[in-house]
T-cell receptor, first 116, second 113 residues
Framework: NAGVMQNPRHLVRRRGQEARLRCSPM?????VYWYRQLPEEGLKFMVY????????ESGMPKERFSAEFPKEGPSILRIQQVVRGDSAAYFC??????????????FGDGTRLSIL | AQTVTQSQPEMSVQEAETVTLSCTYD???????LFWYKQPPSRQMILVIR??????QNATENRFSVNFQKAAKSFSLKISDSQLGDAAMYFC??????????FGQGTRLTINP
């Protein structure tokens, strides 16, 4: 009974490289959310996706960041040309199909991204 | 816009005693859910308890209970019989129709043996 799976757990990139973070939601969950946690802060919403659709990307920076949740495979958060300020923990959460509003979001263990 | 405020950056309590973590929020909606999440050093986000705004009865989960004051927009978490394993960051969060969680800044709870 796997929970939300995120990989890698730790990712180190040099400035200017690309970072790809993967998230496989819990079985039966079709809503995926990405959050970012800077050191000593709470989680901040980035993007909400359903299969093949971006529902809400109001928390995602307009440049360098993109997210997808294809029909097959995990959700991907991509950060191009990373900068030091992208260093953070990135969490994925999922909730079931339907009225996700009242379904608690289940979180993965996060990916800690470090930029050298 | 929704906001969540946790005014206590750090709290400490003696093992076996009771501690209350504060949370206030702001929303213009009447229908929403409130949550407390726990984040231990392992960094996992663990759901502790949730409260539906339209329910007047305070939610309870074993040693964890909330004091939900809707008019005051307050949602505090009470931990009874504190245990060493309760040491963690605790985040208060709200969700409404937009389906995105809005988190507070967190309270770091230390349990003194």
């Amino acid at each position: 009974n796997a929970g939300v799976m995120q990989n890698p757990r730790h990712l180190v990139r040099r400035r200017g490289q690309e970072a790809r973070l993967r998230c496989s939601p819990m079985k039966g969950h079709s809503h995926v959310y990405w959050y970012r946690q800077l050191p000593e802060e709470g989680l901040k919403f980035m993007v909400y996706l359903q299969k093949e659709n971006i529902i809400d990307e109001s928390g995602m920076p307009k440049e360098r960041f993109s997210a997808e949740f294809p029909k097959e495979g995990p959700s991907i958060l991509r950060i191009q040309q990373v900068v030091r300020g992208d260093s953070a923990a990135y969490f994925c959460a999922s909730s079931p199909l339907g009225r996700g509003f009242d379904q608690p979001q289940h979180f993965g263990d996060g990916t800690r991204l470090s930029i050298l | 816009a929704q906001t969540v405020t946790q005014s206590q950056p750090e709290m400490s309590v003696q093992e076996a005693e009771t501690v209350t973590l504060s949370c206030t929020y702001d929303t213009s909606e009447s229908d929403y859910y409130l949550f407390w999440y726990k984040q231990p050093p392992s960094r996992q986000m663990i759901l502790v308890i949730r409260q539906e705004a339209y329910k007047q009865q305070n939610a309870t989960e074993n040693r964890f209970s909330v004091n939900f004051q809707k008019a005051a927009k307050s949602f505090s978490l009470k931990i009874s019989d504190s245990q060493l394993g309760d040491a963690a960051m605790y985040f208060c969060a709200i969700i409404q129709g937009a389906q995105k969680l809005v988190f507070g800044q967190g309270t770091r709870l230390t349990i003194n043996p």
